[in-house]
């Protein structure tokens, strides 16, 4: 169960900054998981009689794990609590969490008048995070570029708008945006829900996390790692 949860702690809140705040939490969500899982679909809701919006992360993809993906949207919700660290964090989520905690400002000593609650695999909350609005003064790094590869499983390909992938790096489970030239394709296509190493042009975000790969070449690699006890006997002594 991985579900995302808005408690706003004020009855007093007016229609029109209630409407506000929902269509800004979907929004923040959805921006946080078309970086972090964008196959995902989210159910949302509303708790009878109270002011709990619930939205609950469903994959339909039983080959996919959900959990490193949660984990990394659980990781950039950490971070707009927090004000800092934001660089890797999609700037539409960073947007529509600012207009959720204006439409929510104002009363309690910290100005938080909502809290964001993570569930991960438990009814108890993983996470409890005040909103509060970002200071607009942080500022952005630049993002780099580096020749280099990722090993993980290739999960999307589309070639309508353009030729793009996506892929979840096993090193990380961050769920990886890529493109690839005219010439990669049938590697893709052939590593299509497989695990490979793609290599390329990677962008990476100023504290190092991946933003996007330009892929150059993909090459297949086994669907699970060796055993230490499989290795037994390969070297020599």
């Known amino acids: 169960m991985d579900v995302i949860q808005l408690h706003i702690k004020t009855s007093d809140i ?107 695999g438990s009814d108890s909350p993983s996470r409890v995070l005040s909103v509060v609005a970002l200071d607009q003064r942080v500022a952005e790094g630049e993002k780099y570029k580096a020749v280099g590869s990722v090993t993980g499983t290739i999960c999307f390909l589309s070639v309508k708008r353009g030729n793009k992938f996506g892929m979840v790096d096993d090193a990380t489970g961050r769920y990886i945006h890529g493109t690839f030239r005219e010439a990669v394709l049938p590697q893709i296509r052939e590593a299509l829900k497989c695990r490979a190493m793609v290599s390329g042009v990677i962008t990476y975000h100023p504290n190092g996390t991946i933003a996007s790969l330009d892929a150059r070449s993909v090459l297949l690699e086994p669907t699970r790692l060796p055993k230490l006890t499989d290795m037994f006997g390969i070297l020599e002594g």
């Open 14 to 120: 007016d229609l029109d900054a209630f409407r506000s705040s929902v269509d800004a939490f979907a929004s923040m969500i959805r921006a946080l998981s078309d970086d972090a899982a964008p196959m995902a679909t989210w159910r949302v809701s509303v708790d009878k009689g109270s002011l709990v919006l619930n939205a609950q992360m469903v994959i339909d993809d039983d080959d996919i794990d959900p959990q490193p993906m949660f984990q990394v949207i659980q990781g950039n919700l950490d971070a707009l609590s927090a004000g800092t660290g934001i660089d890797s964090c999609p700037k539409k989520a960073r947007e529509e969490y600012n207009k959720l905690a204006a439409a929510l400002a104002g009363g309690g000593d910290n100005g938080a008048q909502a809290e964001i609650l993570t569930f991960s």
